[in-house]
């Protein structure tokens, strides 16, 4: 009769509340609680009666002990405190490729806002363009941001092509195919993906190391260009001369000629070439800012910049930003583009996520 019971519970939430999540750890019912009911529905689910329901409570992927053990720690008290993001900078190994991923301590700054690009008088020649492009990072708003790590240079292509193969390899009709083709260098960053490429590339490195890796949000990219919260206030990311810290073009006309990570100065958290080389997709789709403080956010807001879902952010400029692009360099300088737009000086890095 109790296994009827049981199981006439199980029928309901199936029909009821699919899939359910909670914000409370081992509640797996979703009624907002751990007790006793998460302990039948996570027993019912190991004994075969499908409940319909999230009985993984410690996220594992399985539905064993582990999850029964994590409840009953909840009614008695003894669920340790979760210790987040360890403060330390790693480094790993994917096929024979090292790379590091820098700690960034999280903390509240001011988004956005006006570059002080202007006080540089090389650029003052071109005030009225550095104001269009700067339209877009206003207003200023107070972001709020957890801690995470991120990667210490751009992806280069030894590892990309490492995981993504052949696919994304250009055809010869591909109108930058001679582009990608001078630049085909291992060593160098990857300079010529879209959007979506990079969120599989994310995707299968996360499936060889195990951990969870993801473009950055656009708040990630910028706190952490900016030196976090060892910021130095400084015009570019890690100082006030964009050709100290970057590959960027002095001259206007197009070059495509990119360099290998870290040949220029890092910022205030060792992360390099966060300005000029190779642009950066972040995850957002591309929103205007509001004024409205926000916590950890995922997009910018406001409505969207082109009115299309389509689009997404990008940041850091690259190897072609003229003195008069200048300001796109900047750790506020925002662009969009289509996330299945392909063409040089599109490259990316990543943050670890787990």
């Known amino acids: 009769m109790k296994r009827i019971y049981k199981q006439l519970i199980a029928l309901a939430a199936l029909l009821c509340m699919p899939l359910m999540a909670s914000a409370v750890t081992g509640d797996v019912t979703g009624d907002g609680a751990a007790d006793i009911d998460d302990v ?151 300079q010529y993906c879209t959007w979506e490429q990079a969120v599989e590339f994310a995707s299968r490195l996360s499936a060889a190391t195990g951990r969870t890796f993801s473009l950055p949000t656009e708040a990630q990219w910028e706190f952490a260009a900016r030196g976090g919260n060892k910021s130095q206030d400084y015009i570019f990311p890690g100082g006030n001369n964009v050709y100290a810290v970057g590959d960027v073009h002095t001259a206007d006309y197009y070059l495509n000629e990119y360099s290998e990570p870290k040949q220029f100065k890092p910022n205030e958290l060792g992360i390099y070439d966060m300005a000029g080389n190779v642009s950066e997709w972040c995850l957002d789709e591309a929103h205007y800012y509001t004024a409205d403080p926000q916590t950890d956010p995922t997009m910018g807001g406001g409505y969207l910049i082109n009115s299309s879902e389509n689009t997404r952010i990008i940041r850091g400029g690259d190897v072609n930003c003229f003195p008069y692009s200048h300001a796109v360099c900047t750790p506020i300088g925002r662009s969009f583009f289509a996330k299945t737009v392909r063409q040089p000086g599109m490259g990316f890095r990543l943050v670890l996520v787990d």
């Open 40 to 190: 039948n529905m996570i027993i019912n689910q190991m004994l075969g009666f499908e409940t319909g329901l999230n009985c993984d409570a410690n996220g594992d992927g399985n539905v064993d002990v582990d999850d029964l053990n994590l409840v009953i720690n909840v009614l008695l008290g003894l669920v340790p405190e979760d210790p987040g993001v360890t403060p330390e900078d790693e480094t790993f190994t994917v096929a024979d490729v090292e790379f590091k991923v820098i700690y960034v301590e999280g903390g509240t700054f001011t988004m956005g806002g006006e570059s002080r690009i202007v006080e540089l008088e090389a650029y003052t020649p071109y005030l009225n363009a550095l104001n269009r492009s700067l339209e877009k990072s206003l207003p200023a708003h107070e972001v709020t941001l957890s801690s995470y790590k991120i990667m210490e240079t751009e992806v280069i292509q030894k590892l990309f092509y490492a995981l993504m193969g052949d696919e994304t390899v250009p055809s010869e009709d591909d109108y930058y195919y001679r582009s990608w083709k001078e630049n085909r260098n291992n060593a160098l960053p990857e």
